[in-house]
Structures are given as structure tokens and as C-alpha cells.
């Protein structure tokens, strides 16, 4: 058996103050100060441990984003003058898909490396848009055999990005009768890829870069900001290619091990060239979600092309559709595909990533069972080097987090914490569905459930079919 595959993870403090949730509330001219052991102290997830010297300098504000509302503090004061109160800031941060949870949890996960836990149990709603309106099934998390996910047991979360052939053929000396390519196997079914927005200097890019080699992934980065600084990250980068200007990158694509050409209809061309620059190099097409596109009939097209590894299907920030009002949400693009592509026994032929929408470690998990082979992220990375997403940088005003002057060390230490917490979540949900390999999980709706199928199943008989679904946000 291979050595296991980990990530290492070391503490990385926030530089500014985060956006807490809640904030302390104190009489402090009725403390007794006479108790042996303060609420505070005795906090069972150490919330006020870092931040120790509040007690004896009362700053404000206190450091309570970690807080995991659980109110053991307030209950258990003697005197009954501590209490927390609603940060007004922190309904700011955000909009309705990214919600001041989602980057809260991320700071979190970036600033420890460790998954998130909630004092007060599940508070949101059971059902919702997108990838909310799906549930996975953790019947195997009873299973009394279990030694742990992280102790003995082995989950293999690796994918290939290569093309694969359709099957093998042998000589009659048992040798190999086919042409077989290059293997590209990286080690996490998560990808990283270049924002559209936020102060993009170059301690910021080289800090993705430095995550993505650490955790031996890989990064889409346009190619014309592919300069001498960060050509050494060459193993590691995908250069997103046009293909009208390719040809002028050519030294670059001799040296990649991957890159990604924007779909067209006359990229069949642009690929056979790129392949004669570099033989091996492994082709990803890039798909943006459009209206007045017949996706799975699309991707269809790209499986039959002998060139082709993969199609990144490309959805907006919150996983919707470009350019249409009634946007359709990226997990219901993806199972189309899938099943078009089952359908043609075309499947096994090429590799899909979904791209946009995907905030949390349960979405890639949910992104795979819906169809997709990986996906890549980009505004959790921003998030994890204490991005609030306030949108200033795109008015041209100054950033409150002085993103321009990150140091690139910290920021691939807050990244690769906060994939090593989001793989451990991954862990935990395949080890509680009983899937020991990320790949099987692939199409695998009979690990799932899905609200619209639940709703017509059981209550359309009833009440009737809803007549307005949830919208695809």
C-alpha cells in the first residue's frame, strides 16, 4: 500500500481582526472578581484562550469569531453580568451565496487547519438553492468495524486528468497492443484557479501558487500573466490559453504538464498544434456555462476529439449560468452531462472539473456525485488569506485586509490549512457513505438524495406539484 497521503498544517493567527459573529457583553462593575474560575477560563473549545489579556485589559473588540455559540460562558457566570450580543458588521459580510457563515467557517478552517464545529448543533434550514437542496447518505457511519479514517483505514482521494483509453489490447508476448499516454494523477480532487477580481499582486498569486505545490495540486492561470517571477511554478501551473494567441506562448507550453484552450469550434486545430509543441501535454477545454449552449451535446463533441483530457464546465461566482434569467444551478448542468455521456459509453473518455459555486468541503463531494471528476476554486482561496469579499477592490478602493502586502508564506499557510480541513470533511463523508475512493463516487446518486426528487415523491401526491422550484441560486 502506498505511504498514506497528508497534509501538513501549522497555525497561521489572522493578521487583522475577523468579523466575529457575536461580541461580549459585560457589567464589569458587578463582577465579584473573587471566582476561582472565571467562564472564561473554563470555555470547553478555549475561545478565549488566545486572547488571554482581554480579561485583564478589556480592549475592545474581543476576539470571538472562533466562538461556537454554544453560551456555556453566559449560563455558568455566577453573576449573571456576561452575555453576548449580534456583531452588526457580520450580516455585512457577503451576499446570499457566499453568507458571513460560509467565510466565517473559512477563516476558521484557514487560521486552524481543523474542521469546524457548532456548540449549538445545525441551525440553518434542511432545505435550499443549489447544492443545498442535496443531501448525502451517511448510513455507514454506524458501521461497528470502523477503525477511523484517520488511523488505519486508507481513503484514496487522488484523480487523473489524463485521458484514458477505451481498453486495453495485448500481444501474444503479453505486451501492450495500444498506445498509452502519460498518466497525470494528482493527489485531491480540487484544483486551484486564478480570481477574476481582487487585488491580484504577486504575493498574492505566488502565495495560490505555493499552496497548490505544497498540497501537489495544480493552478489555471492566464497565460499572460504567466511571467519570469512565477515560471518556476511551471509543474504546477495550467496556463488558460486562447486560441487565437496560443502559439505565441509555445516555450511555455513545451514545459507544462497541462493547459486549458477556451472551447470553440476551431479549437480541434489549435489542439493538434499545441500537441505537436508538446506530445504529452494533457488538454483541458474550457466551457463557460452560457445560454443557448447544448452543454452535454457539447461535451459529447470534446469526448470523441483524441486530444482532449478534460472540459472544465465554467459557471459563474454562485454556480449559475452566464447570461440568462432563469440561470440553472452547475450541479444540475453537471448530472446532465453525465448521464448524456453514460448514455453514449463515453464516460470513461474525458474528465470533467466543475468550476464556480463551490464554497464549502460538502460541495465537492456533491459536485463529484453529480457527474464531476474534481472541481477548482478560487474566491475560497481569497477568503482563506482573510478576504471579506466587500467588493472595494472593484470600485479601486483600498482593501481593508492590505491584501497588496500579504506575505506569500503566510498566505500559502492559511490555503493549505484550509485544504486540509476541507479534505478531512471529505474524509469523514466518504468514510459514513462507505466509499473508499473519490473516484467511485463519481455519478453515485444512490449516495444521495435530492429535495426536488423527495418533494415530488411525497408531497406532489398530496398538495400538488409546486408550481414555482427553487430558483438555480
Keep these: 500500500m502506498p505511504e498514506k497521503y497528508h497534509i501538513e498544517t501549522k497555525t497561521a493567527l489572522p493578521r487583522f481582526y475577523p468579523v466575529g459573529k457575536y461580541t461580549t457583553v459585560e457589567f464589569r462593575e458587578n463582577c465579584a472578581g473573587s471566582c476561582r474560575e472565571c467562564v472564561k477560563k473554563n470555555c470547553v473549545y478555549d475561545i478565549f484562550k488566545e486572547n488571554y489579556f482581554h480579561m485583564s485589559t478589556m480592549e475592545e473588540p474581543e476576539y470571538l469569531y472562533t466562538c461556537n455559540s454554544c453560551f456555556r460562558c453566559v449560563q455558568e457566570c ?41 456548540g449549538s448543533g445545525y441551525r440553518g434550514p434542511f432545505a435550499g438553492r443549489g447544492f443545498d437542496s442535496m443531501w448525502t447518505d451517511m448510513s455507514e457511519i454506524v458501521r461497528p468495524t470502523r477503525d477511523g479514517i484517520h488511523g488505519r483505514e486508507y ?13 486495453l489490447a495485448f500481444n501474444k508476448d503479453g505486451s501492450l497492443a495500444v498506445e498509452t499516454k502519460p498518466i497525470l494523477e494528482i493527489p485531491l480532487p480540487i484544483l486551484f484557479r486564478q480570481p477574476v477580481f481582487g487585488i491580484l499582486s504577486r504575493s498574492v498569486l505566488t502565495s495560490m ?10 493552478m489555471f492561470v492566464d497565460a499572460v500573466d504567466i511571467d519570469n517571477g512565477i515560471e518556476k511554478y511551471e509543474k504546477t501551473i495550467i496556463p488558460v490559453l486562447d486560441r487565437k494567441n496560443y502559439i505565441d ?5 513545451s514545459r507544462v504538464r497541462m493547459a486549458e484552450l477556451s472551447f470553440g469550434d476551431d479549437m480541434e486545430d489549435a489542439v493538434s498544434q499545441i500537441k505537436k509543441i508538446n506530445s504529452g501535454i494533457c488538454i483541458c477545454a474550457g466551457l463557460p456555462l452560457k445560454a443557448g449552449i447544448d452543454y452535454a451535446e457539447e461535451v459529447l463533441k470534446l469526448s470523441m476529439s483524441p486530444h482532449v483530457d478534460a472540459v472544465r464546465v465554467i459557471a459563474d461566482d454562485n454556480g449559475r449560468e452566464y447570461g440568462t434569467e432563469s440561470q440553472r444551478f452547475i450541479k444540475d448542468i453537471l448530472r446532465d452531462i453525465h448521464l448524456r455521456l453514460v448514455k453514449e459509453s463515453a464516460r470513461q473518455r474525458i474528465n470533467i472539473l466543475a468550476s464556480g459555486g463551490i464554497a464549502l468541503a460538502e460541495h465537492v463531494n456533491k459536485s463529484i456525485i453529480c457527474g464531476a471528476d474534481g472541481v477548482t476554486i478560487d474566491l475560497p482561496l481569497l477568503i482563506a488569506m482573510e478576504c471579506r469579499l466587500c467588493g472595494r477592490c472593484r470600485k479601486g478602493l483600498s482593501c481593508p485586509v492590505k491584501f497588496e502586502d500579504i506575505d506569500d508564506g503566510y498566505g500559502r499557510d492559511r490555503i493549505v490549512n484550509l485544504m486540509a480541513a476541507w479534505r478531512n470533511q471529505m474524509l ?18 444512490g449516495r444521495s438524495m435530492w429535495f426536488e426528487d423527495l418533494e415530488k415523491e411525497n408531497f406532489a401526491p398530496i398538495f400538488g406539484e409546486r408550481k414555482v422550484f427553487f430558483d438555480a441560486g
Design 155 to 167: 481513503i484514496n482521494t487522488c484523480i487523473e486528468l489524463s485521458r484514458r483509453p477505451d481498453c
Design 428 to 445: 469523514e463523508m466518504l468514510g459514513a457513505m462507505g466509499i473508499r475512493e473519490a473516484r467511485r463516487l463519481r455519478g453515485e446518486v
Design 249 to 253: 506562448y509555445a516555450p511555455l507550453i
Design 78 to 118: 455566577t453573576k449573571g453580568i456576561f452575555s453576548r450580543a449580534l456583531n452588526p458588521g457580520y450580516k455585512e459580510l457577503g451576499d446570499d451565496y457566499w453568507t458571513p457563515d460560509i467565510i466565517n467557517r473559512t477563516w476558521y478552517q484557514a487560521h486552524t487547519g481543523n474542521i469546524p464545529v457548532s
Design 209 to 218: 501558487l505555493k499552496a497548490a505545490e505544497s498540497i501537489g495540486t495544480m
